[in-house]
Nanobody, 128 residues
């Protein structure tokens, strides 16, 4: 059974940093790309970042470029999202997810409908 477990969220002041973790199990970790999404109250789930395996591309939405960094530790089967210079608008529940099929393109990765497995989410709240 595929399991994705996010952690690392919390309350942080604007300008601060957090590192989110996504611990994976139940599948061949090395074979799958991973996406990070977020959902703020009253808003649609939004793709934040995506990391490909085997030297493939990494993507970020424009609003987090230069502030967020996605990375993988294969030995720990964990995907990280380092978030720096946090802003009020980064407040949301953050989720990691597995694509339903093969690698997603730059036009596909932001669409939450292209993912089949999700974690339970971790809350990030940025205060002024």
């Amino acid at each position: 059974e595929v399991q994705l477990v996010e952690s690392g969220g919390g309350l942080v002041q604007a300008g601060g940093s957090l590192r989110l973790s996504c611990a994976a199990s139940g599948f061949t970790f090395d074979d799958y790309d991973i996406g990070w999404f977020r959902q703020a109250p009253g808003k649609e789930r939004e793709g934040v970042s995506y990391i490909s395996r085997n030297g493939g591309p990494t993507y970020y939405i424009d609003s987090v470029k230069g502030r967020f960094t996605i990375s993988i530790d294969n030995a720990k089967k964990t995907v990280y999202l380092q978030m720096n210079s946090l802003k009020l608008e980064d407040t949301a529940v953050y989720y990691c997810a597995l694509p339903s099929g093969s690698r997603l393109t730059r036009w596909q990765w932001t669409n939450h409908r292209n993912y089949g497995s999700w974690g339970q989410g971790t809350q990030v709240t940025v205060s002024s």
